[in-house]
Every structure is written in C-alpha cells, then in structure tokens.
C-alpha cells in the first residue's frame, strides 16, 4: 500500500476555485492509478476524477470541464484543480490509489489518504 496525505482544502465562495494535492510515499508511484473521491454529509463517497497518464484521465459528470486531475510522477503527487465550484461540491475530498484499469468505483482502489474538507458557499 502507499500512504497518502491530502492537503488543499478550505472554504471558498461560490465560483471561485481550489487545488487540491495529494502527496504519496511508500510506493511505486508512477504504476498507480491516482483517484479523488468525495463524500457529503448524509451521501455515499462519490467518484470525481481519476488519471493514470496524460491521455487516461475520466471524471464524473458533474465535474467535467470544471475540475482537471493531473500528476507529477517525479514528485509522487496528484493534483485536482477546481474551478467555477458549486455549493454542491462541498464535501470531504478523498485521495486514493490503485492498482487497477477501472476507475469509478472505491472498491478499484486499496489506499486511502485521511481526506480534506471542501466547503463552498453561495
């Protein structure tokens, strides 16, 4: 398993935009699919983008043309630029990796990072 830590999260109006990091360790990096996730208060944890190399990157619906996940394998870490967020988007904003060629589910992806909270107001 690798060890992930997120870092990012805050509160911002709506319309406005965060970034978001995930730092890995303790792994082989570059042969993870990289993935972030999200869970509301009251909701199931949710897809939102995933990336395994430049031209394999997949988002859920209601982030498209919105947020862009990217990596920077030298540094062992996964981004997700947020733009034009939504009171929607609040929500804990999860980190995880997996060895694997799906990208939808959590069950695709065996680490985790602890998480960090997106709040957006309107």
């Known amino acids: 398993q690798v060890l992930l830590v997120e870092s990012g999260g805050g509160l911002v109006q709506a319309g406005g935009s965060l970034s978001l990091s995930c730092a890995a360790s303790?792994?082989?990096?570059?042969?993870?699919?990289m993935g972030w996730f999200r869970q509301a208060p009251g909701k199931e944890r949710e897809f939102v983008a995933a990336i395994k190399w430049a031209f394999w990157r997949y988002y859920a619906d209601s982030v498209k043309g919105r947020f862009t996940i990217s990596r920077d394998n030298a540094k062992s870490t996964v981004y997700l630029q947020m733009n034009s967020l939504k009171p929607e988007d609040t929500a804990v904003y999860y980190c995880?990796?997996?060895?694997?060629?799906?990208?939808?589910?959590?069950?695709?992806?065996?680490?985790w990072g602890q998480g960090t909270q997106v709040t957006v107001s309107s």
């Open positions: 303790g792994g082989a990096f570059s042969t993870y699919t």
């Open positions: 995880a990796a997996g060895l694997t060629n799906s990208y939808a589910s959590a069950a695709d992806f065996g680490s």
